[in-house]
């Protein structure tokens, strides 16, 4: 584990940058193969003022905004101490009034989009049923483990802001004794399991652009803030 007095001593810009021409390439390809895979009916039901495919659409902006603002503040945390320059003590308080509501709407939309949807996946509702209710179970346990094992401060960036959570030991209980990580492999299955237990197609996709563009954020800019942190290894 290196010091986050030691990071910050030694990088540079271009440190800040790493991983972020991808992130913007990705992302691109991302939301544009997504937007093209919704169903957008002549005739659609509206909810709030806007349709299914304009929840999704809504959805995927909000899933970008959110991901560009974390690697944003993990960089510029990681490498500058910059919230805690900003708000002292409050910095991880701060953060927490960000992410959290972005965070939130992520699985919020996916169902407004579910429920708004006229476009079925399979027409067989038995087995989507029982599919979706395993993913969302599968989705619950791990949410449960990451909030009571791995704890929502460390799962909010800690080890960016503070040296003591880059020196806890790592977590074997919940879902994290059958995987490293958690909330991005297993957590994002409820997504998938909104849209099958609603049988909507463009829920479905919306699952599917989440689940790929939150590993873009994995290997993009959580995977190499991890090197600093804690080595090659």
């Known amino acids: 584990m290196t010091s986050l007095r030691d990071i910050r001593g030694r990088s540079t810009l271009w440190d800040i940058l790493e991983g972020q021409p991808q992130h913007i390439g990705l992302a691109i390809l991302l939301v544009v193969g997504a937007n093209s895979l919704l169903d957008r009916p002549s005739e659609a039901s509206y909810l709030l003022g806007y349709s299914s495919a304009g929840w999704a659409t809504l959805s995927i902006g909000l899933a970008v905004i959110h991901q560009v603002i974390v690697a944003i503040v993990f960089r510029l945390q990681l490498h500058r101490n910059l919230f805690t320059r900003w708000f002292g003590n409050r910095d991880m308080s701060v953060w927490r009034l960000i992410f959290l509501p972005l965070l939130i709407?992520?699985?919020?939309?996916?169902?407004l989009v579910a429920w708004t949807d006229t476009a079925d996946i399979t027409g067989?509702?038995?087995?989507?049923?029982l599919a979706g209710t395993a993913l969302l179970a599968l989705a619950v346990w791990a949410m449960h483990s990451v909030l009571v094992h791995f704890t929502l401060p460390r799962a909010l960036g800690g080890d960016h802001f503070r040296d003591t959570f880059a020196?806890?030991?790592?977590?074997?209980?919940?879902v994290f004794k059958?995987?490293?990580?958690?909330?991005?492999?297993?957590?994002?299955?409820?997504?998938w399991g909104i849209a099958l237990l609603f049988g909507s197609w463009?829920?479905?996709i919306l699952a599917l652009f989440q689940q790929c563009y939150i590993w873009v954020h994995m290997y993009c800019t959580e995977a190499p803030d991890m090197r600093w942190i804690y080595g090659k290894t």
Request: glycine letters at 10%; proline letters at 5%; aromatic letters at 8%.
């Open 167 to 174: 020196s806890m030991p790592l977590v074997n209980k919940g």
């Open 202 to 204: 463009n829920a479905l």
């Open 124 to 129: 067989v509702r038995l087995i989507e049923l």
């Open 105 to 111: 709407a992520r699985p919020l939309t996916v169902l």
């Open 178 to 191: 059958y995987t490293s990580n958690g909330m991005y492999g297993v957590a994002f299955l409820g997504l």
